[in-house]
């Protein structure tokens, strides 16, 4: 079965200070990646996804995830963060084909940012 | 354009009480889902629609949780005889989804967040 880990429950920055957050996931074929973000009270907005090609991905808000076929890691990133930027990561993955299943998705238990003036 | 609504934003019911809460997806989307996000944790899978075919329902917990979505729209989850443990936030999410290859966006609604007493 497939399942996504996020080591990190909490992680705590700086404002201007580098981020990055990690993403392991068990998948039987090539899933697709995703990395959304919840802030409070929002529905989950998407950041972006990788399925194939260049290894490193550019999102919105700034943000890049690269994929790591050999570690199997999505791991997200974001050069400097703004205090916009708290807010709790989800990384997901979903299914290449969709058939009947539908492109549900398996998310991590999501990592909670908290940015420090 | 309008996203993902949800209503009621916030419910609370009494154990053994049946709720009914409703998703409005993006007009034109052929894909529904519905997710239960536990306080702490990530959004996890309940049902799927692909317009009004009810195509995986693999994700409800018990025989108490039933979604429907006659006319291939707006969506309805019921949850009959609520239990302490049903306490959660349902998110609903739509896709374009159409065509059978994985990776379509799924834009998610703000979510109704349920708390039984």
């Known amino acids: 079965a497939q399942s996504v880990t996020q080591p990190d429950i909490h992680i705590t920055v700086s404002e201007g200070a580098s981020l990055e957050l990690r993403c392991n996931y068990s998948?039987?074929?090539?899933?697709?990646l995703f990395w959304y973000v919840q802030s409070p009270g929002q529905g989950l907005q998407l950041l972006l996804k990788?399925?194939?090609?260049?290894?490193l991905v550019q999102g919105i808000k700034g943000f890049e995830a690269e994929f790591k076929r050999s570690q199997s890691s999505f791991n997200l990133r974001k050069p400097s963060v703004h205090w916009s930027d708290a807010a709790e990561y989800f990384c997901a993955v979903g299914p290449l084909m969709i058939k009947a299943a539908g492109n549900k998705l398996t998310f991590g238990g999501g990592t909670r940012v908290l940015v420090k003036p | 354009g309008a996203g993902v609504s949800q209503s009621p934003r916030y419910k609370v019911a009494k154990r053994g009480q049946d709720v009914a809460l409703r998703c409005d997806p993006i007009?034109?989307?052929?894909?529904l889902f519905w997710y239960q996000q536990a306080l702490g944790q990530g959004p996890e899978f309940l049902t799927y629609f692909q317009n009004e075919a009810q195509l995986d329902k693999s994700g409800l917990p018990s025989d108490r949780f039933f979604a429907e979505r006659p006319e291939g729209s707006v969506s309805t989850l019921k949850i009959q005889r609520t239990q302490q443990e049903d306490s959660a936030v349902y998110l609903c999410?739509?896709?374009?989804?159409?065509?059978?290859?994985?990776?379509?966006?799924?834009?998610f609604g703000p979510g109704t967040r349920l708390t039984v007493l």
């Open positions: 990788y399925f194939s090609g260049d290894t």
């Open positions: 007009s034109g989307h052929v894909s």
């Open positions: 998948y039987g074929a090539t899933p697709y």
């Open positions: 999410a739509s896709s374009l989804a159409y065509r059978d290859i994985g990776g379509d966006t799924q834009y």
